[in-house]
């Protein structure tokens, strides 16, 4: 096999098989010193159980074998049957354990050159460095499963052979992405991993990533809500279990690692389906049907049950909001591509998207034992039809507003429709304009008319005034004449 050379320009682990198998080896052990020394330390502050070490670690061992997705059959007593819920929390943890491992493996093996490019044979090498992880990796949980078999637990061995490798494939890959990318320099140009895709589908992985997360965010934002709501309730529930210092900081591992359980919960909810804890417990934008829960005190952030407020439904807008925020993205990143690619992208991000929150929502889901916790996690059949409704719709609306000619003909229907008012506005006003004169000379013609009149009228009326006055006059020096002395009469 031929030799890769490594960044360092050392050869002691060259080939791309062995430098998978090592990290394989290391990734196992890491993951077995994060369940194990936990179990152990709870078991030594445990005065009063009655547990042993070696129960510890067998314990830490079927819990290695859920977190990777695979089955446990219990027969405690308590808890009867198989038992598949997986912490997800701590499936993340394995994963980023992975993927830091297949990235070591990845800049060991200088899969991109200089100029940016990947290298001669870089994929053959990175396939064989993964594939070498992954049977190792899947090799060494399943012999972990049969080495955690005991009287009351029993992991199932195919189960966990399939999910470690699954673990191992999902991990290994991002980390060998995580190994290309690099930030640009002054010489060397820089390596992003989706700038890596082939075009539209660069912009659909974008899209999609952009939806997931603002989802998960929604979600997050309302669990978190909820347990700062419920903090009182949490503390008594923890003051009843007393677990004591270790013991309280192993429940709170606990915690952590069902945390991711709950936010997908919770973004089924949002996305309008039906979540069950157990059996007669309902969550849903309808409201809660609560029954007998675990005694988990991060359970307490349940709300109390009943049928919730209608202002509830008013949480549909946050998912509404990140996939209207994707599509947004996709649109505006596929502009400029030819048509039949800009429908394939258009095409492919509500399939990914639907497809994914399924995905994550399956995972999920689970079961303990045969009781009362028989299903656990969101009921599928619930949150198909809202699902689709609301990713088809809203990435229909964004297409249909932003990608087709339906803006341009509204805007150009309201801005005529604007010319036409302006226009009749315009008339109105000129019409108002020319009636106003009108009526001003009117007005004028008016009292001109009028002036002319009182002038005539004043003419008249001076010479009858005068004439009365002369006749007054005769007539008095008439009555003075008749009123003269004797002699003269």
Do not use: C, K
Not at 140 to 165: F, K, N, T, W, Y
Not at 200 to 220: E, I, K, M, Q, S
Not at 280 to 307: D, F, K, N, R, W
């Amino acid at each position: 096999m031929e030799q890769s050379v490594s960044s360092n320009g050392g050869g002691s682990i060259a080939t791309p098989l062995v430098r998978g198998v090592v990290a394989a080896a290391v990734s196992l052990g890491t993951v077995l010193a994060i369940t194990v020394v936990p179990a152990l330390a709870a078991q030594i502050a445990g005065s009063g159980s009655s547990a042993t070490a070696l129960d510890a670690v067998l314990i830490a061992l079927n819990l290695l074998v859920l977190g990777h997705g695979g089955g446990v059959t219990l027969g405690t007593g308590v808890i009867e049957g198989a038992t598949t819920l997986t912490p997800l929390g701590l499936s993340l943890l394995l994963v980023a354990v992975s993927a830091l491992g297949m990235r070591r493996v990845g800049r060991g093996l200088d899969l991109v050159r200089d100029d940016g490019v990947l290298r001669t044979r870089a994929l053959r090498d990175a396939g064989g460095a993964l594939g070498a992880y992954t049977a190792v990796y899947a090799v060494g949980m399943a012999v972990v499963g049969a080495l955690g078999r005991s009287g009351e637990a029993s992991p199932v061995i195919a189960s966990a052979l399939v999910s470690a490798a699954l673990i191992a494939v999902v991990g290994g890959l991002l980390g060998l992405l995580w190994s290309v990318r690099r930030e640009a320099t002054a010489t060397i140009p820089a390596v992003r991993v989706l700038a890596l895709l082939p075009s539209p589908f660069d912009a659909v992985a974008r899209a999609v990533l952009l939806a997931l997360g603002g989802l998960v965010a929604a979600a997050t934002a309302l669990v978190v809500m909820l347990l700062v709501i419920s903090i009182p309730g949490q503390s008594a529930l923890f003051d009843q279990l007393a677990p004591g210092v270790v013991g309280g900081a192993v429940l709170t591992l606990l915690q952590l690692a069902l945390l991711p359980l709950l936010i997908v919960w919770a973004m089924a909810v949002l996305l309008g389906g039906t979540v069950s804890v157990g059996s007669g417990t309902a969550l849903s934008l309808h409201g809660v049907e609560s029954g007998v829960l675990p005694a988990l005190p991060m359970l307490a952030a349940i709300p109390q049950p009943g049928a919730a407020p209608v202002w509830v439904w008013a949480l549909l807008v946050l998912p509404i909001a990140a996939v209207v925020l994707g599509a947004y993205r996709l649109v505006r990143d596929t502009t400029g591509l030819a048509l039949r690619d800009r429908v394939t992208a258009w095409v492919a991000y509500p399939v990914l998207v639907v497809v994914a929150v399924l995905l994550v929502a399956g995972l999920s889901t689970g079961r303990i034992g045969e009781g009362r916790l028989v299903h656990l996690g969101p009921v599928m059949s619930t949150m198909l039809l809202p699902l689709l409704g609301i990713v088809v719709l809203s990435t229909a609306a964004v297409i249909g507003l932003l990608a087709t000619p339906a803006v341009p003909w509204v805007r150009g229907l309201v801005g005529s429709l604007r010319e036409r008012v302006e226009r009749a506005e315009q008339e109105e006003r000129g019409v108002g304009a020319a009636r106003s004169e009108v009526m001003d000379d009117d007005a004028a013609d008016a009292d001109s008319t009028g002036s002319g009149a009182s002038t005539a009228s004043d003419a008249a009326t001076a010479p009858d005034a005068s004439t009365a006055s002369d006749a007054a006059a005769a007539e008095e020096s008439g009555t003075s004449l008749a009123a003269g002395s004797p002699s003269e009469r």
